[in-house]
């Protein structure tokens, strides 16, 4: 698809969260890697990207002044609205949608920072063609459905599961209504693609990639550590 063909597109960067499955004391999106915070890596990529015209950044109270401060450090060159999140990420991705202006929004977790130019290009064609995109990977692991008690109880076809990533594209007027309606019947969901589905609007998968790593565990900063090494991330390891 051309780039002039492409209409611009707004990204609400959802970086509130208190990373309690990090453990660590300062929130996961705030820790340094490669002398950066992480948050500013993620920032990095939509800042370069020639189709995003908006970023919003949805942050912690406590952390609006730093993040605008960090912003400016790091030489982000595109206007970086920075403002205060909500409880649940859903409720933090409905306050950026308010504060975006295009017809396109991608909504991505800050702590994705390996999402490369191509994936975004790539989300946001689909969802211009289809209405709705997500990255996703297919899962590598067999899956099981386990109850309460550690009973297996299903083994899910795994040709057909996929492990959902961010970015995520929508139509801001869509988004919008899938919010407000899951607000309205009190849904909260993981991703922003399940509001859209309750909507029955389609919603088509766009393969991401295995390093496009949600930073959650202690583990995670090892797997970023590797993967920060490689050619396509900075690095020069040849792996
Ligand atoms: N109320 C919230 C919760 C999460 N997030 C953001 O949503 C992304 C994905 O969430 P997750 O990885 O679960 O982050 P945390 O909620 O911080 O992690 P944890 O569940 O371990 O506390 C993160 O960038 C996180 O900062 C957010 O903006 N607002
Ligand atoms: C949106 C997401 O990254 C897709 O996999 C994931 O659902 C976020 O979950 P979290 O528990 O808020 O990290």
């Given at each position: 698809m051309e780039i002039e063909s492409l209409p611009t597109a707004g990204v609400i960067v959802v970086a509130a969260g208190r990373g309690t499955r990090m453990g660590t004391k300062e929130s996961k999106q705030f820790l340094f890697f490669q002398d950066k915070p992480i948050i500013v890596h993620t920032l990095d990529v939509f800042d370069r990207?020639?189709?995003?015209s908006e970023i919003v950044l949805v942050t912690g109270e406590q952390d609006v002044e730093r993040c605008r401060a960090w912003v400016a450090e790091y030489g982000i060159s595109k206007q970086v609205k920075v403002i205060p999140g909500g409880a649940e990420r859903q409720h933090s991705v409905y306050r950026g949608l308010l504060e975006i202006g295009t017809s396109w929004v991608l909504v991505h977790d800050?702590?994705?920072?390996?999402?490369?130019s191509g994936q975004i290009s790539g989300c946001l064609e689909a969802a211009v063609k289809h209405g709705a995109s997500i990255l996703a990977v297919p899962v590598k692991d067999t899956v099981k459905q386990v109850d309460g008690?550690?009973?297996?109880t299903a083994t899910p076809d795994?040709?057909?599961l996929w492990a959902v990533q961010t970015p995520q594209a929508f139509r801001r007027s869509d988004l919008v209504t899938a919010h407000e309606t899951a607000e309205a019947d009190g849904f909260i969901g993981t991703d922003d693609a399940s509001l859209i589905e309750r909507l029955g609007i389609p919603v088509v998968v766009t393969e991401g990639g295995y390093?496009?790593?949600?930073?959650?565990?202690?583990e995670d900063l090892d797997f970023a550590e590797v993967i920060g090494k490689k050619k396509e991330f900075g690095g020069e390891n040849k792996l």
């Amino acid at each position: 698809m051309e780039i002039e063909s492409l209409p611009t597109a707004g990204v609400i960067v959802v970086a509130a969260g208190r990373g309690t499955r990090m453990g660590t004391k300062e929130s996961k999106q705030f820790l340094f890697f490669q002398d950066k915070p992480i948050i500013v890596h993620t920032l990095d990529v939509f800042d370069r990207h020639p189709w995003i015209s908006e970023i919003v950044l949805v942050t912690g109270e406590q952390d609006v002044e730093r993040c605008r401060a960090w912003v400016a450090e790091y030489g982000i060159s595109k206007q970086v609205k920075v403002i205060p999140g909500g409880a649940e990420r859903q409720h933090s991705v409905y306050r950026g949608l308010l504060e975006i202006g295009t017809s396109w929004v991608l909504v991505h977790d800050g702590v994705r920072p390996f999402v490369t130019s191509g994936q975004i290009s790539g989300c946001l064609e689909a969802a211009v063609k289809h209405g709705a995109s997500i990255l996703a990977v297919p899962v590598k692991d067999t899956v099981k459905q386990v109850d309460g008690q550690g009973l297996v109880t299903a083994t899910p076809d795994r040709r057909s599961l996929w492990a959902v990533q961010t970015p995520q594209a929508f139509r801001r007027s869509d988004l919008v209504t899938a919010h407000e309606t899951a607000e309205a019947d009190g849904f909260i969901g993981t991703d922003d693609a399940s509001l859209i589905e309750r909507l029955g609007i389609p919603v088509v998968v766009t393969e991401g990639g295995y390093n496009n790593i949600k930073i959650t565990t202690p583990e995670d900063l090892d797997f970023a550590e590797v993967i920060g090494k490689k050619k396509e991330f900075g690095g020069e390891n040849k792996l």
